[in-house]
C-alpha cells in the first residue's frame, strides 16, 4: 500500500513537471520572431522533400534526421512559427520525462525528479524547445540514450544494449555532436560490462551508423558551414559562455538583465557548485554512482570538443554542447538529492532562479531573438522593384517568411529607385562599423538616403534615386550596415 502510494505521488510529481515545462514551451511559442537560422529551416521545409535533401549538405552542418521529421511535420501543421516550432517544443516537452528516466535508472527517483525539474524550467532547454532546429530533438535522444545506458548497465542483455546504439544512431543523424555523448557513454559502458564483447558490438553498430554519415560531415566542412561563425569569437569568450548559458540561457547576459540578473547568474553558480560537493561528499550508493556516471559521460561530451579546439580542430560552442547538458543536471541532481535539506533547498533554489530567467525572456524585448518581424513590418512591400540588402547574411530568410516576395538578386543587377539597407546590432557588442551613424559603407551613384527607421537590434536606411538605374550586384552588396558580407534580394 505504502508502496503504491509512494508511485502515484512520483508519478503526479512527474505528470506536473511535465505540463510546466510543456506550458514554458507551447503557451510563448509564438512570441518571438522567426531567427535567421529559422528562416533557412522554413526555406528549406517549404522546398519538395528530395531538393531538401540535396539542399542541405549545401545550407547546414547538420545530419538530415530532424529536417525530415520537420518536413512531415509541417505538411500538417504549416510553416508559420507555431508550425515549424511545435515540433521541438513537443521534443523540449518529452525530454522532462525522459531526463527523469535517466536519473531513476541511474541513481534513484528523488534524483529522477529534480533532473525533470531542472529540464522543465531549463532557459537553455526552452529557448530551443521554441526554436525551428535541431537542438531540442537533440536533448531528447540525449535523455533517451543516458536512460537506456542506464538499463544496459543494469542488465547487458542484447536489447537493452541494441536499443541504446538505435537510440544513440538516430542521435548522431541529428547532430554530429551527440557523438561526443555517445563517446562518453560507450567507453563508460564498455568499462562497466562483462563480458565486454556484446557491449563492443553495440558499440561498434553505433560506430557504423557515424561511419555512414562520414561523407556528408566532410562535405558539410567543406562548405565552411562547421566554422563560418563559431571562428568570430575567441575560444576563451565560448569557454566563459558554456556555464553561463547551461545556467541562465543562450541570451542570459548580465548587461542583458541588469544587476537582479547579475545576482541570478552567480546564485545559480553557487547551487551548481554546491551540488557537485554534495555530490562528492554526501551521495552514497547508487545516487554516487549514477551520479558519478553522468558527470563522467557529461564532462566527455563537453570536455572532448574543448580538446579537440586547443589542438586546432575548433568546432566550440556552448549551443552544440546542449546534449551535454542532460548528464551533467543529472549529476547535479544526484548532489542535491543527497544533501538533505541543504540540498532540496538548493534544488528549489536552482529551480526557482531558472524560472525567473525562463520567464523574463518573453517578457522583454532585450532577451529574445532579433525581431525580424517587426524588420519586416519596417520594410513592406514594394509598390516598384526595389533591392534589400541584409546583415547578417541569413537575415533574408526570415525576412522572406514573412513578406513572401524576396527573389534571388539577379547577378548582372536591377534597375531599381530603391535600395533598402537593413543592418543588426550584435547584443553584446556595438557595431563594428564605420558607418552607425553617417550611412552604408557605400551609396551607389545617384541615390541619397532617404529615411532611417531603428527597430530594436536593426537600423533600415532607404537609399532613392530620381529615376529608377541599373545598378550591379557588387554596388548593392557594397551598400551594407556592418563589416560582414551582406545577402542582396530584388523585392518586386
Known amino acids: 500500500m505504502i508502496s503504491a502510494v509512494r508511485r502515484d505521488r512520483v508519478l503526479a510529481a512527474v505528470l506536473a513537471l511535465t505540463a510546466l515545462g510543456a506550458a514554458l514551451r507551447f503557451a510563448t511559442l509564438d512570441v518571438q520572431s522567426l531567427s535567421g537560422d529559422e528562416g533557412v529551416t522554413g526555406a528549406l521545409l517549404r522546398m519538395p522533400l528530395g531538393d531538401m535533401l540535396s539542399t542541405i549538405p549545401h545550407t547546414e552542418s547538420t545530419p538530415p534526421l ?21 515540433l521541438s517544443a513537443l521534443a523540449g516537452t518529452a525530454a522532462v520525462p525522459a531526463v527523469y528516466a535517466a536519473g531513476r535508472a541511474l541513481a534513484s527517483e528523488r534524483v529522477g525528479i529534480v533532473a525533470a525539474g531542472l529540464a522543465a524550467v531549463s532557459p537553455l532547454l526552452v529557448w530551443y524547445s521554441q526554436e525551428a532546429r535541431s537542438y531540442s530533438l537533440l536533448v531528447l535522444l540525449a535523455a533517451l540514450s543516458l536512460w537506456l545506458l542506464a538499463r544496459a548497465l543494469e542488465d547487458p542483455r542484447g536489447r537493452n544494449l541494441a536499443a541504446w546504439a538505435a537510440v ?3 542521435a548522431l543523424a541529428t547532430h554530429y555532436y551527440a557523438g561526443f555523448l555517445v563517446m562518453g557513454e560507450a567507453a563508460w559502458l564498455v568499462s562497466q560490462t562483462r563480458p565486454r564483447r556484446s557491449a563492443l558490438l553495440a558499440c561498434a553498430g553505433v560506430a557504423a551508423a557515424a561511419l555512414a554519415l562520414l561523407p556528408l560531415a566532410l562535405d558539410q566542412r567543406s562548405t565552411g558551414n562547421f566554422t563560418r561563425f563559431i571562428e568570430q569569437i575567441g575560444l576563451t569568450q565560448r569557454v566563459k559562455e558554456v556555464p553561463k548559458k547551461f545556467l541562465i540561457g543562450e541570451q542570459g547576459t548580465p548587461g542583458d538583465y ?8 552567480f546564485a545559480a553558480a553557487a547551487l551548481t557548485l554546491l551540488a557537485a560537493g554534495l555530490l562528492l561528499a554526501r551521495a552514497r550508493g547508487r545516487e554516487r554512482a549514477g551520479g558519478i556516471t553522468a558527470l ?10 574543448l ?12 549551443y552544440l554542447l546542449i546534449g551535454a547538458w542532460v548528464p551533467l543536471a543529472v549529476a547535479a541532481a544526484a548532489g542535491l538529492a543527497a544533501g538533505g535539506r541543504l540540498g532540496a533547498a538548493g534544488a528549489v533554489a536552482l529551480g526557482a532562479a531558472m ?25 513592406g512591400h514594394a509598390s516598384t522593384p526595389r533591392a534589400v540588402v541584409a546583415n547578417p547574411d541569413n537575415s533574408l530568410a526570415p525576412l522572406d517568411q514573412y513578406l513572401g516576395d524576396l527573389d534571388p538578386m539577379p547577378l548582372a543587377g536591377a534597375r531599381v529607385a530603391e535600395i533598402d539597407v537593413l543592418g543588426m546590432r550584435s547584443q553584446d557588442e556595438t557595431w563594428r562599423t564605420r558607418t552607425t551613424g553617417s550611412g552604408p559603407a557605400s551609396i551607389p551613384h545617384g541615390f541619397r538616403v532617404f529615411d532611417r527607421v531603428v527597430t530594436g537590434r536593426f537600423t533600415l536606411l532607404r537609399l532613392r534615386a530620381a529615376r529608377p538605374r541599373l545598378v550591379t550586384g557588387g554596388e548593392i552588396a557594397d551598400a551594407r550596415l556592418g563589416e560582414g558580407p551582406p545577402a542582396a534580394a530584388l523585392q518586386r
Do not use: N
Not at 544587476?259 to 541570478?264: D, F, I, R, T
Not at 563522467?296 to 570538443?305: D, I, T
Not at 580538446?307 to 556552448?318: E, H, K, N, P, S
Open 66 to 86: 530532424y529536417y525530415v521529421l520537420a518536413w512531415l511535420w509541417t505538411q500538417v501543421l504549416g510553416h508559420g512559427a507555431v508550425g515549424m516550432r511545435s
Open 168 to 170: 544513440c544512431a538516430l
Open 258 to 265: 541588469g544587476q537582479p540578473a547579475e545576482a541570478l547568474k
Open 296 to 305: 563522467a559521460v557529461g564532462a566527455v561530451a563537453a570536455g572532448f570538443p
Open 307 to 318: 580538446a579537440l579546439a586547443v589542438f586546432g580542430f575548433d568546432y566550440f560552442a556552448a
Open 355 to 379: 524560472l525567473a530567467v525562463t520567464i523574463s525572456v518573453p517578457a522583454g524585448q532585450a532577451l529574445r531573438r532579433p525581431d525580424y518581424r517587426a524588420a519586416a513590418r519596417s520594410l
